[in-house]
């Protein structure tokens, strides 16, 4: 896949390079701040980009911010945010309505290459990746949205945050796939989400957690 990238630290950066270019992958260019990623962005529409939340001048939010016009101007593109930090405001805004190939990792819960290579690949191809912490971060203030649901739905709520299928949910819980699919509807019912509008109920279930 062709990606770019945009992280403050050289060592992580070249580490990123590196690791993927030895996977086969194209890091079309590497970036030390958002803005020469986006001023290249136009031009290279690369598949996935992955960059830092905290970046060059202000160290605050320059990366989140910087997702979130990458996901308004070019939707096509996959990306990866990976960073020690989670940004509440700006991350719900880029999950969004229709949150698809978007994943947040934490960079000190990432154990191992397999599970960065995986994260990417599935990024790539529409899926939405979600670190645990991170869900657990932006749904902190929403423990009153909570009291519809069992015990045993916000579990399954939450690893489908994680982007997690219903036999990924199923292999977790060690259930089976088709209590799983039993609880998903319960949450969209209890949620009151129907199938319609093209929207996913297993993104909107999240969302409606996020917004509440």
Known sequence: MRVMLAEDSAL???GIRSLLTDE???VVAAYGSADGLMARLAAERPDVVVLDVRMPPTHTDEGVRAAVQI???WPEVGILVLSQYVEREFTQVLLGDDARAVGYLLKDRVMGVDDFLDALER???????LDPDVVRQLFRDTSHA?????EREREVLSLMAEGRTNAGIAAALFVSTSAVEKHSNA???KLGLVAEGGYSRRVLAVLRWLES
């Open 12 to 14: 992580l950066r070249e």
């Open 24 to 26: 086969g992958h194209d």
């Open 71 to 73: 996901r308004d101007r």
């Open 123 to 129: 990024v790539r191809v529409g899926g939405l990746v």
């Open 146 to 150: 909570l009291g519809v649901l069992t």
């Open 187 to 189: 949450i969209f019912d």
